[in-house]
């Protein structure tokens, strides 16, 4: 049996299982794939920021890879991630 493509996680391409479901980003994952693309932390639906349709965390992952370059107050204390 071929199941559909939005029937399978988009992050392992297995099967959903309904009791590990969550939805984000207008697809359905089980709750452990649902990682920031950057730092591998387990995120919540509603919880995080997406770019090109990955998820990412809020801070500091999304802000640092693409927010504003440079921050703090200027000075030693200004600086970027990479």
């Known amino acids: 049996?071929?199941?559909?493509?939005?029937?399978?996680?988009?992050e392992c391409q297995r099967l959903e299982g309904t009791a590990e479901k969550?939805?984000?980003?207008?697809?359905?994952?089980?709750?452990?794939c649902l990682r920031c693309e950057k730092c591998n932390k387990t995120l919540t639906s509603g919880g995080h920021a997406e770019h090109d349709g990955k998820p990412y965390c809020n801070?500091?992952?999304?802000?640092a890879l693409f927010g504003p370059k440079g921050f703090g107050r200027g000075g030693a204390e200004s600086h970027t991630f990479k």
């Open 22 to 32: 969550v939805t984000s980003l207008g697809k359905d994952w089980h709750r452990p």
């Open 59 to 63: 801070h500091p992952c999304y802000a």
């Open 1 to 10: 049996m071929v199941c559909a493509k939005s029937e399978l996680c988009p």
